[in-house]
């Protein structure tokens, strides 16, 4: 039966909304926006790791020759890369206009250190969630270290699919996932010295195969129990919904104190994804009634990638050219992240849609796009 995960996509859009709260946040002064679940909002980008697993096993779930590893790698390219490489160019040419522009409004750091020709290559390439000399912070569009990350974890993920379909290991993927996850936690504390998911520009693609795993544990654990699981009343998957949605919130809101411990939301992230795939709950039929959700779960990847771009150009128009305070954010952020949903409606439309080659579906493919 094919499977939809219409909940799990709505969460995509919340969450990647959450995330452009958390950056309006640093120059902001409302505690609409500024309180501490908002501050550790960043944490959600695991959830989308995790979810990115979870979605990609069900899409993939043999991969046994090299043409099919390499049509994998080709969609998944072309899913991601167009508009990251359009939004990075975006940046480039701001930086460009930065000394003109500065004779016209306040600019913050005329000449931004960390945007230069090392971390432009480095993202180019999509490596900058790899450590690599002279490069010590976040560039450009500085949510994209997360896709670098995501592509390497498609890398690994590719590989390991095409190692256990040669090797006859099928029957035993699980434990072939379970040492991918500890492999990569151990790796990251060697080389950190800590258990935490603090990391971005540095060992973030150690973070994101760490998490992308854990989502296709996941998965494979809702696949093998599906059927028997669906006999569970709704009565309980109503209490089991709002249990894990109310330890998702006060987790993130205690994010100071757990995130040294990052193994604790790869957790929750996981049992929360694993109660919403069934969409049994009352939560859930609230959630799937709304047309906004579903839009917003849809231009996630938009929503997600142009942010920090739109955000730059508000903060310049509003409250450097026009001075408004910052506390007008305590109403100010909602024509902000309007005219964000509203650019990602059509960067959903013109860019990334017209680059998806998960749009013609594969014989025996199942066709949910995917970020």
């Known amino acids: 039966m094919k499977e939809r995960f219409e909940v799990l996509d709505i969460f995509r859009g919340i969450f990647s909304s959450l995330v452009v709260l958390f950056h309006m946040s640093t120059f902001s002064a409302t505690p609409i926006i500024n ?6 909002s960043d944490l959600f980008v695991d959830f989308f790791f995790v979810l990115s697993g979870f979605v990609i096993a069900y899409s993939y779930q043999s991969i046994s020759t090299g043409a ?54 480095s993202n180019i390439f999509l490596l900058n969630s790899v450590k690599l000399p002279g490069i010590h912070d976040v560039s450009w569009n500085i949510a994209s270290w997360s896709i670098s990350a995501e592509m ?29 996850v500890l492999a990569g936690i151990a790796l990251l504390h060697v080389l950190t010295g800590t258990f935490g998911l ?16 854990i989502g296709v544990i996941c998965f494979t654990t809702f696949n093998t129990y599906k059927t028997a ?19 998702t919130i006060i987790s993130v809101c205690y994010g100071e104190v757990f995130k040294n411990y990052g193994f604790i939301y790869l957790a929750v992230f996981f049992t929360t994804i694993l109660v919403f ?60 992240y309007a005219i964000i949903w509203v650019a990602s409606a059509w960067t959903f439309k013109h860019i990334e849609m017209r680059f998806n080659l998960s749009t013609k579906k594969e014989p025996g493919k199942k066709g949910w796009w995917v970020w």
């Open 35 to 40: 309180n501490q679940f908002v501050y550790n």
């Open 68 to 121: 099919e590893l390499n049509r994998f790698y080709k969609k998944r390219f072309f899913r991601l890369y167009p508009l990251h490489l359009i939004v990075l160019l975006a940046f480039v040419a701001i930086e460009l206009s930065k000394h003109f522009a500065a004779g016209y409004v306040q600019v913050n750091k005329i000449d931004n250190v960390s945007n230069n020709l090392s971390t432009f290559l």
């Open 152 to 180: 390497i974890a498609y890398i690994v993920f590719g590989l390991t699919m095409l190692m256990i379909g040669k090797a006859g290991l099928t029957k035993g993927k699980l434990f072939v996932y379970a040492l991918v």
């Open 198 to 213: 603090l990391f971005t520009f540095d060992y973030g693609f150690l973070r994101g195969i760490t998490g992308f795993f």
């Open 229 to 247: 699981i669906r006999t569970a009343g709704n009565v309980l998957f109503s209490f089991l919904e709002i249990l894990m949605l109310a330890i």
């Open 277 to 336: 795939a069934f969409e049994k709950g009352w939560l859930s039929a609230q959630l799937k009634k709304s047309k906004f959700l579903h839009r917003t779960g849809q231009y996630s990847y938009s929503i997600y990638m142009i942010h920090t771009l739109i955000l730059s150009l508000f903060n310049v128009v509003f409250f450097r050219a026009l001075k408004l305070p910052p506390s007008a954010y305590a109403y100010m952020f909602i024509v902000n």
